[in-house]
């Protein structure tokens, strides 16, 4: 089995603060994902990348930013963070199985802007 | 494009009693469909997925029958547990374009109660 494991787990920020969310796995899964979690708004995908450098932009990339330096790490920036904001950021990877594709994801990071 | 719809914000339910969480999808490309459950505090994990048109997947007690001539994939269980108390998402991916991604439903609240 593998794990991820994104940090901080907890992230208060400031408006107008740029913030970092860092996210790792060891699966070997070639792509990962950015989420983001609202209540009743479901699961709301930010970037994925299909392989190390490679990125693509979701539903929900304006104002964020985020870089896959290598194979196992995928981070995501906060270019402005919006006064009272709350949400949480799942990171996810996956790998194809047979008929689709299988996501897993980390426990997330809580972000509250003060 | 393709989209996910979960009517149900929130189920209540006794324990004991059955359970059907709602999920129909538009997909542009033959659709493979999921179930993802989360905990409070956890991350989302799978719980099934659809394999071939009416072939039923089960997990947990929990079963669903994709059906592409209604274009659902509703979650069933015969009998509801409290430890069933969690958030339900169901998933979309498909074969063709883009299948590193999946696209969620807004996410259905399940409360068991005794």
């Known amino acids: 089995g593998g794990i991820i494991t994104q940090t901080p787990k907890f992230l208060i920020g400031q408006e107008g603060q740029k913030l970092t969310l860092k996210c790792q796995q060891n699966f070997n899964h070639d792509t990962m994902y950015w989420y983001r979690q609202d209540s009743g708004k479901g699961l709301r995908l930010i970037y994925y990348s299909i392989t190390e450098n490679d990125l693509q932009k979701g539903d929900l990339s304006e104002g964020y930013d985020a870089s896959r330096e290598k194979k196992s790490s995928f981070s995501l920036t906060v270019t402005s963070a919006q006064k009272n904001e709350m949400a949480v950021f799942l990171c996810?990877?996956?790998?194809?199985?047979?008929?689709?594709?299988?996501?897993?994801f980390g426990k997330g990071t809580r972000l509250t802007v003060v | 494009g393709d989209s996910v719809t979960q009517t149900e914000g929130l189920v209540t339910l006794t324990e004991g009693l059955p359970v059907m969480l709602n999920c129909t999808y538009q997909?542009?490309?033959?659709?493979?469909l999921f179930w993802y459950v989360q905990h409070l505090n956890e991350a989302p994990k799978l719980l099934l997925k659809?394999?071939?048109?009416?072939k039923r997947p089960e997990h947990q007690g929990f079963h669903a029958t994709l059906h592409k001539s209604s274009s659902s994939f509703h979650l069933q269980k015969s009998s509801a547990q409290l430890s069933d108390s969690a958030l339900y998402y169901c998933a979309l991916g498909n074969s063709g374009g883009s299948n590193a991604k999946l696209t969620f439903g807004k996410g259905t609240k399940l409360s068991v109660k005794s």
């Open positions: 996810a990877s996956s790998i194809v199985r047979g008929l689709g594709t299988e996501v897993f």
């Open positions: 997909s542009t490309y033959s659709p493979f």
């Open positions: 659809s394999f071939t048109d009416n």
